[in-house]
């Protein structure tokens, strides 16, 4: 892992952000159709940020990054930020490879950035990135009842969070 810069760009990437698979839970994502230019705007944004960082994820020897995981809304007075992970390429799927990178990437923001508080958000339907975040040391918080849609209907947002108490 590291953090991804524009030349990492590939179809694979785009293609995989519109795959209805990948973006099921992605509300952001699967809003508008994504393009080489908004997926750059994207990274762009991203690498200029102060408050987020963007890592791509490849398997090792890979040519091309098959996923991303972000910290953003990195706050530096409670020191706390929010985390996301899509890995677009479905063939990496079913390996624990996300629980793998969740754990490093946090493990990095608790020790390096000396962060407190990790947060993740996911659809009580998205099974696998809940057992996804538990897996990687996260504990679950709180739950949202009915406040976000999720395919046509009120759903419920389960909120994860990996901690490290010290101020
Ligand atoms: C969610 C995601 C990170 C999971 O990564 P992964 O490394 O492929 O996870 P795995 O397939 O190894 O599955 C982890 C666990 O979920 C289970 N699981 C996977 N898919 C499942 C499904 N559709 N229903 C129920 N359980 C499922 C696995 O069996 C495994 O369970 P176990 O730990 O008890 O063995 C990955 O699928 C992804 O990036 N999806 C698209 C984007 C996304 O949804 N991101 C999260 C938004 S909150």
Redesign the pocket.
């Known amino acids: 892992m590291r953090p991804l810069k524009l030349e990492d760009l590939h179809p694979g990437y785009v293609a995989g952000l519109n795959d209805p698979e990948?973006n099921r839970?992605?509300d952001g994502v699967k809003r508008v159709a994504q393009t080489e230019q908004s997926v750059s705007e994207f990274v762009k944004q991203n690498q200029q940020s102060e408050n987020a960082v963007l890592f791509g994820v490849w398997l090792n020897g890979a040519q091309h990054h098959c996923?991303t995981v972000r910290l953003h809304g990195i706050e530096s007075h409670h020191k706390t930020a929010h985390i996301?992970?899509?890995?677009f390429d479905k063939s990496?799927?079913?390996?624990?490879?996300?629980?793998k990178v969740i754990e490093a990437v946090t493990r990095w923001a608790l020790d390096k950035l000396k962060l407190r508080w990790i947060e993740?958000g996911?659809y009580s339907e998205?099974?696998?990135?809940q057992?996804?975040f538990l897996?990687a040391g996260y504990e679950w918080i709180y739950d949202i009842p009915d406040k976000y849609i999720f395919e046509g209907k009120p759903s419920t947002v389960k909120v994860y969070a990996a901690k490290s108490l010290a101020v």
């Open positions: 990948v839970y992605l996923g996301g992970i899509c890995l990496v799927w079913g390996k624990k490879l996300g629980s993740a996911a998205n099974i696998a990135s057992k996804t897996a």
